[in-house]
């Protein structure tokens, strides 16, 4: 008799365990967590699972410390499992892929993160596909932090969802899928090349903004949140990055001055944030402004947040953002050659 590998489900909250309450209708947390078992009895031809209840929230409350929480449970678990499935609402599940993935360090047992557009008591749910692809998908030896939703199983440092009715809710633009889960199950691209003992980094400095430019904008906003304190303010420019010409790069000298990490990303999910075509952009480089590449936004704030956290800071810091530490940037995609 084969032995069917050993899973640990770790159970947060999100949509796939909210039921409508009250007159309003509304979706909400409930205080029961699903059997996911009764519900997708499948899952025991797939593995053994055990399930663990880490919270039970609406993803949009999860913290830093629950990403903490999962990290410390999954690194002191190796042992126990072959892999581990986090059950997640989707409106953040892209953050806690990139927090998990730059929280873990060295080689480690395989990680995927999934949730559902409806929660698993409806009759029309995609909870229930999710859940047994995610498992088929931690079973198959890809040793880093995955994000199973749409059919593909996404390298979860580079997805960000996309759309809030689709079922295929989650994309990947600049990265291909790791694994392709149709009718047949196709490896895509070779997984992370994990080595040496794994390590857990759980430091964090939440002291990150993001903004978003627009025409007319001015940049008082980068003013204001250097005087409160911020450490990193992201923004989110036109295209490849491009900003204004006018008081914009003086804002972000005064802030990079001050020490601020000013990052560039852009408002396009597909492409590399990068000067060098336009004007703005080299203006905002020579002002001290770091351009991010083809990372997502996700992955941006919350590696500057653990590099923060680390107390980097400086050229340490620009260098370690713009280095990859679990595949989530193309070396040299900040830069155009």
């Not at 560039?264 to 597909?270: E, L, T």
Request: aromatic share 6%.
């Amino acid at each position: 008799m084969i032995e069917k590998p050993r899973l640990l489900f770790l159970f947060t909250g999100g949509t796939i365990s909210m039921a409508k309450t009250g007159a309003s209708g509304h979706l909400a947390v409930t205080d029961a967590v699903p059997d996911l078992l009764s519900h997708a009895p499948v899952l025991a031809s797939v593995a053994e699972i055990e399930t663990q209840t880490v919270t039970n929230v609406d993803s949009s409350d999860l913290t830093p410390e629950d990403w903490a929480s999962m990290a410390e449970t999954i690194a002191g678990s190796q042992e126990d499992y072959d892999g581990f499935v986090i059950v997640h609402g989707t409106d953040t599940m892209a953050f806690t892929a990139c927090a998990l993935s730059f929280m873990l360090g060295g080689d480690h047992k395989p990680v995927v993160l999934t949730g559902s557009q409806r929660p698993l008591m409806a009759p029309r749910t995609d909870a229930r596909s999710n859940l047994v692809h995610s498992a088929i998908s931690a079973t198959m030896n890809v040793r880093e932090v995955g994000l199973y939703f749409g059919n593909h199983l996404f390298r979860g440092n580079r997805s960000t969802k996309t759309s809030v009715h689709a079922y295929d809710a989650y994309a990947s633009p600049n990265h291909p899928p790791l694994v392709e889960l149709g009718v047949d199950i196709e490896r895509v691209s070779p997984a992370l090349q994990r080595t040496g003992p794994l390590t857990v980094r759980t430091e964090i400095d939440p002291r990150v903004a993001v903004l978003s430019a627009f025409p007319g904008m001015t940049p008082s906003a980068i003013d204001a949140l250097t005087d409160a304190g911020t450490k990193m303010i992201m923004l989110r420019g036109f295209g490849e990055g491009n900003l204004p010409m006018k008081a914009w790069p003086d804002a972000i000298r005064r802030a990079a001055d001050a020490g601020i990490h000013v990052l560039v990303g852009s408002q396009c999910r597909a492409g590399s944030s990068r000067p060098g075509r336009y004007a703005g952009s080299d203006a905002a480089r020579d002002a001290g402004a770091i351009y991010i590449g083809d990372m997502t936004g996700e992955a941006a704030v919350v590696k500057s947040m653990c590099l923060l956290g680390r107390g980097l800071n400086g050229e340490a810091f620009r260098t370690a953002l713009l280095s990859p530490i679990a595949g989530e940037i193309t070396p040299g995609s900040a830069s155009r050659l």
